[in-house]
């Protein structure tokens, strides 16, 4: 019998009760584990009221305070590490030392959270005008929403409540219905952290949920990361209800590959950032631009045989490459792009769709796959297809090569192979991409950095972690004082200036 999951409201597990429930499935073996309830927006608007009344205290807690909350939340995450990383293989399907990547990438966000008090410092000029003193403070919002993808189930979360809770805001998480454990997990280890109850509430749901959070009049900003579709949606419906919003959306990332570059390194390198995780990376590489004919020779000489010798396997077997993909929709959306990309004209060099594993037949596996002569007219170029498999586009020029990424409707990431500064230079400063590789194949930007793609890859001004975060999580306050010793002065009918 599958498990009942809850949700997570002022430090308390909370039964659903929409009767609303969505299956949660282990992709290895394509059995429901558990059911996630999901919520309606009476319970949705219930849970705000919660972190609502969690808030002034909060705010009010000094920054010192909280940052030994976050100190204690990375502790516990850090010795709950193996759990977490077990639930999130059983229910995502990456495999384990994936899974503790997810979930250290997240650990990363809370450290640069635990500098709170500096990050979240005024600034102050004194004697801006005579007797006068002004400065400014960061404070918090108020209360907050995240949304999820199912592909980061520990560090997505973890990077918008990390900064958010961290700057005195209270935070209600809706994680991906598809994986909502480790959420959850990370929900009752902020309270064990001694953050007050209410600071952190997770609620599981789908469209009614997300609904409700565009629309609660007490939510004052949404932080979104999935498709670009629901992420435009997420945008438009949380700015037209006077909310801060950012909203990332979906990727297709590029890797040009240049004459000069060491062909090891990169097919090395495409193997780990095409594959890795399924493909199921909004940073993973899902193109190949070799630049010249010879170039393209080169790599599909040295590709062809390390996608044919991809390990797939279970995601808990320490010798898998990558796992499952995430349920059975998503391996048939996938599929059906390869069908698709055969039917456009491109050669399938390596076809993983028949892949089966033996013991696992009801696993949502699929084989590398491998597809070449992909044109940028073909509908499987220019969408995202989000699975294991790797699409060389050939170019004839560098000019060729960089207009393909800086002409996709997406601008995640993007890397270049190469042992030329002067082209890398170049490359870094023309592509229309937000997050740039040299050499480098998953440009991740880290936790004091930010994180945050072009064009239909995020939508908004503000990207996520990083100072950026702590931007987008407060507000500004600016505050002109003087105290005047005896001196009367008359009205003044002029704005005051410096001159
Ligand atoms: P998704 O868009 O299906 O779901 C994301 C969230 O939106 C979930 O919480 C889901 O419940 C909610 N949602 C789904 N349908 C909705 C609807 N119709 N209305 C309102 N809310 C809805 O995305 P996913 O499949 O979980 O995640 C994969 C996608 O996320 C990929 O496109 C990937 O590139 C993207 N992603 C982007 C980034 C980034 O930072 N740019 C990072 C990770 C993943």
Redesign the pocket.
Same mark, same amino acid.
């Given at each position: 019998m599958a498990k009942e999951l809850t949700h997570f409201i002022g430090g308390k597990h909370v039964r659903g009760t929409s009767g609303r429930f969505l299956d949660v499935t282990n992709p290895n073996t394509g059995e429901i584990t558990a059911r996630t309830p999901l919520a309606s927006a009476g319970e949705l608007h219930a849970a705000v009221e919660v972190a609502a009344k969690a808030f002034p205290g909060w705010a009010a807690t000094n920054p010192q305070r909280r940052a030994r909350v976050m100190f204690e939340f990375k502790r516990l995450v850090e010795a709950n590490m193996d759990e977490l990383a077990a639930m999130l293989s059983a229910e995502h399907g990456k495999v384990l030392a994936d899974s503790r990547g997810d979930v250290q990438r997240g650990i990363e966000v809370i450290e640069f959270a635990c500098g709170i008090p500096h990050l979240q410092k005024g600034e102050f000029t004194e004697g801006a005008g005579p007797g006068i003193d002004m400065y400014s403070m960061r404070q918090p919002l108020g209360v907050v929403a995240g949304?999820?993808?199912?592909?980061?189930p520990a560090m997505?979360p973890m990077w918008m409540f990390g900064v958010a809770i961290a700057c005195g805001n209270t935070f209600i998480l809706?994680?991906?219905?598809?994986d909502p454990s480790v959420p959850m997990r990370l929900g009752e280890l902020m309270m064990e952290a001694g953050a007050p109850e209410g600071v952190l509430n997770v609620v599981n749901?789908?469209?009614e949920a +997300?609904?409700a959070i565009l629309t609660d009049p007490v939510i004052q900003a949404v932080s979104?990361? #999935?498709?670009?579709d629901?992420?435009h949606? +997420?945008y438009a419906n949380a700015a037209a209800n006077g909310k801060r919003v950012q909203a990332?959306? #979906?990727?297709k990332n590029h890797a040009i590959i240049m004459p000069d570059a060491d062909m090891d390194h990169v097919v090395n390198d495409l193997i780990g950032a095409g594959y890795g995780s399924a493909g199921?990376?909004?940073m993973a590489l899902s193109v190949a631009v070799p630049v010249g004919e010879g170039t393209a020779e080169r790599l599909i000489e040295k590709l062809v045989p390390r996608v044919r010798a991809l390990k797939v396997g279970i995601s808990t077997a320490a010798d898998s490459d990558y796992g499952p993909l995430v349920s059975k929709a998503h391996l048939e959306k996938v599929k059906g792009y390869i069908d698709l990309a055969v039917k456009e004209g491109a050669d399938l060099l390596v076809d993983g769709r028949d892949f089966k594993l033996q013991g696992y037949e009801n696993g949502f596996f699929l084989g590398g796959s491998l597809l070449d002569h992909v044109t940028p007219e073909m509908k499987n170029y220019r969408d995202?297809i989000?699975g294991p498999v790797l699409s060389i586009v050939r170019a004839k020029t560098f000019e060729d090569a960089i207009e393909l990424p800086t002409k996709h409707q997406y601008g995640?990431g993007v890397a270049i192979f190469t042992r030329d500064g002067d082209t890398a230079r170049s490359f870094a400063s023309r592509v229309q991409v937000g997050m740039v590789g040299v050499n480098v194949p998953i440009p991740v930007p880290l936790a004091y950095h930010t994180?945050?793609?072009w064009k239909r890859?995020?939508f908004g001004d503000t990207n996520?972690h990083g100072t950026e975060g702590v931007k987008f999580w407060t507000k500004v306050k600016t505050v002109t004082s003087r105290w005047p010793t005896g001196v009367k002065e008359g009205s003044s009918f002029v704005i005051p200036t410096m001159s």
């Open positions: 949304i999820t993808p199912f592909n980061f997505i809706k994680p991906s219905e598809k749901g789908d469209k +997300v609904d979104f990361v #999935g498709s670009s629901i992420a949606y +997420v990332m959306g #979906g990727a199921e990376r909004c995202e989000f995640n994180f945050g793609g890859s995020a996520q």
